[in-house]
């Protein structure tokens, strides 16, 4: 005697769960200064320039390298790797909001990772500090106004689309 089987389907999270997984595997996250974000208030030079040069520096006109995105990457680099899995757990779970709001919790570890650089670094004193600047004892350089450091954010964008916030 054979026995009879029968199934029946409780639930299906297939389409949660795929939709999910696109969430974590089809975005990235960008961190530096947008497209947008690089006018200054004084115009000019751009905060995306400003950014390259001083995170790089420029010894052709003596300015040496103040970085502040790198190192602030490098900072967070095992915070990231442990919301990745958590975000990677929810994502096979089917849960595509906690998917996204790591993504957007990167973003934001890293945004703030970066503007600390202007604050806590390595970076070399200023050679020859005006005596304003002296009196004020304001002598963190890239400090002045803070547009530099405040053009520094986030982006989370689906892979491939363009990097330009409208």
Request: overall charge positive.
């Amino acid at each position: 005697m054979q026995g009879k089987m029968t199934m029946r389907q409780v639930l299906d999270k297939t389409a949660s769960i795929r939709k999910a997984v696109q969430a974590i595997t089809e975005q990235d996250v960008y961190i530096g200064i947008p497209e947008d974000k690089t006018d200054r208030t004084s115009g000019g030079i751009s905060n995306a320039q400003l950014g390259y040069i001083h995170e790089f520096g420029a010894p052709a006109n003596n300015l040496p390298a103040r970085p502040a995105l790198l190192p602030g990457i490098k900072d967070i680099q095992e915070d990231v790797a442990a919301l990745l899995k958590d975000a990677a757990a929810s994502a096979l779970a089917g849960n595509e909001g906690a998917v996204e709001r790591a993504l957007n919790k990167i973003g934001l570890l890293g945004q703030n990772s970066v503007r600390s650089k202007f604050v806590d670094n390595e970076w070399p004193a200023l050679l020859n500090p005006s005596p304003k600047r002296q009196k004020r004892g304001a002598l963190n350089p890239l400090l002045d106004t803070g547009q530099l450091r405040k053009a520094y954010t986030y982006a989370v964008r689906k892979r491939g689309a363009s990097l330009v916030l409208k």
